[in-house]
């Protein structure tokens, strides 16, 4: 039913540690990590779990962390990072009504480690070639800095996991559907020829975190550096969004011809997130991962944002069933977490009512194609101009 996909089958293994549901960041906080629990319990009810061989759950270890973070950063994180009143955010920023956008909480040390663990232990898999699609739902956290946290990311394990990628593959492709941009990883990296960045990103009106417009940036001296930025606007959807990523995308793996390609797969970029104004559909989002799988190469798929929690579950299990190659029904077996897609009819592709359109109304805005082509030229230029 995906499109852009092959039917051939590929090693998929895949990690979860049921250690990362506890992780609680605080009764008004939208980040909620039981929703990669929720995500497995699909994943399972689907019976997808037999196709897929199950990575050891073993948490990151502080060496682990300390190959990107700086020593005195990871002290603070462990140490419960000191005062609850300030989170561990360096600037100690709040928003509004007291929210924090990286509170401290208990547990907050060994969530680090499980969720960075599962994305180093996906690298590995990929790294040894013991499988060809490596999945770790509860990593993606694309903003953390080598010594802050930011957007609610503390440890930035995709930049761990790329640096392991890297002990074995010349060259990594990154790649960032999640609607904010991933300032994180692209900053780790902007200097080095070998990783190539690329982000999608809703972009304008100060949305988080106001970063990545469209240029590439020639910083390192050498003007190796690869980086590319898309900035959507509000409102796009699964057309718009195609008419720039399957093009990109398949220029950028030309030029870039990546060894291995790690996807961040945020699913804030779907219709109706809490907190993106994107109107991806299930399967405008899995178009893009099962276009990615289509050039086999080595793939690590990790989460990201997500932040309407059912259809955040929805979305990691349709893309999981992409991995493995598998068609599964529209109709969510009867589970654990049932009562979470009632208001979708018990169906995995939901639609939105007109009522939760409305609701969002300035959400909904046009989206005008001659500015999307234009978009998509000057990438495209960007790109022919690299010096790789
Ligand atoms: O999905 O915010 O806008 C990966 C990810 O990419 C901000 N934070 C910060 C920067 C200045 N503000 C101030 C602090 C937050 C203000 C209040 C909220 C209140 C309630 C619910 C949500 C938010 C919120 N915070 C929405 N966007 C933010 C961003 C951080 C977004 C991180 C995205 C993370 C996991
Ligand atoms: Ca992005
Ligand atoms: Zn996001």
Redesign the pocket.
Known sequence: STSCGDDKKRRVCYYYDAGIASADYGEHH??VPKRVTMAHNLVSAYGLLGHMRRLRTAPATESDLAAFHDAGYLALLRSGAGDADRGVDAAG????GG?D?NPAFDGLWDYCLRYAGGSLAAARALAGDSSDIAINWSG????ACAGKAS???YVNDIVLAIRALLGRFRRVLYVDV???HGDGVEAAFAGSSRVMTVSFHQHGDNF?PESGELKIVGKGQDERCAVVNVPLKKGFGDEEYHQLFEPIMGRVMEVFDPEAVVMQC?A?SLDGDR?GSLKLTLNGHAQCVSFLRSFNRPLLLLG??GYTINHVASCWCNETAVAIGKDIPNDIPKHGFDQFYQNHGYRLHYTLSQGDKNKKNAKYVDVHKPSIDKLKQQVLENLSKLKL
């Open positions: 939208v980040m920023e709040r928003g509004g929210f956008d993606g956290m694309h903003h957007g609610f990311c999640d609607v904010h988080f945020g804030d907190l990201g944002g």
